[in-house]
């Protein structure tokens, strides 16, 4: 849509041709939140493709996936045969159900940045101990866990005038054994329950549960819970508080699908024994 209100679109080289950000200034990913209602609020738009980030970077200390990496090209990503958790890359990817143009558009930054509880960059980055790196407007570089990112529906720990420059997942995420459930409402939905599990070498299991709640939840466990243990455990971090409810999914609804979903991920992790 026309965003009638903007009367200026940059799109800057380099680092030091940024901006001094002010009022009315919002940071362009692909734009297809952003064009896509009513803006009254923003008078110019700062378009990041002109930075020229390499969209994903391998390394031995795990992946980098720049702030403007698309879905598309992070679902073409293949990664090394050790990355079992980048099994989680597909699912993730597929559950942002958006057209082709979606796909090719909307940015890994973008979705982390609108911060809605379907965001499903935001399961991936979370469950695999993502850590993102901010540029301040100072010049200098904020790191921050995806967890401590995200701060509730549209609500992020980004302060005026800062960029999410990247998201790094580091190997020992990449290289656990993961799984996954999700569910909407209807096939073409939007997410209403998303839980990720991931189990390490040593055992320990840890369930990342997004869509259902208002920010990513995570729990941890040593080992195997038993069923009550699990149980409890959701409980305890899942409070009336917590869970989302919009058009989407009714609050108790997401509760009984988190519920059922870490349960048959536990079963599915503690199956196949520790590697
Ligand atoms: C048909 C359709 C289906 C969708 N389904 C889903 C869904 O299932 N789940 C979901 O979460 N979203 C969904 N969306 C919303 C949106 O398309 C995605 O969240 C997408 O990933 C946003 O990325 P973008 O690059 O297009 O963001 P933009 O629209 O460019 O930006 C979104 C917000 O983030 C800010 N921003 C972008 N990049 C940065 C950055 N690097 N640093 C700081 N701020 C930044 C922008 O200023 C803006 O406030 C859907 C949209 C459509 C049209």
Redesign the pocket.
Known sequence: MDLNTVEAVIRPGMRSELPAWRPGD???????????EPQPALHRLVD?AGLGWAPLTVTEAGLTIA??CT?AELNRFTPPAAWTAAGLIGPCCR?????FK?WN???V???L??A?P????IALTAALDGTCTLWTPEGDERPLSVLDFVRGPQETA?RPG???RSITLPTAALTRRAASRRISLTPGG??GAFVIGTRDADGTFALTITAAVRRPVRIAFPRMPDEGDLRAALDEAITDATLFDDIHGAPAWRRHMTGAFALAIRDELAREGVS
């Open positions: 919002a940071w362009l990913g692909g734009g297809t939140w952003l064009f896509s990041l702030a403007t879905i559950a942002l159900l958006g057209s979606i558009l909307a940015t930054g973008g979705n940045c609108l809605l379907a965001g499903p960059m980004l800062e960029i999410l939007r997410s």
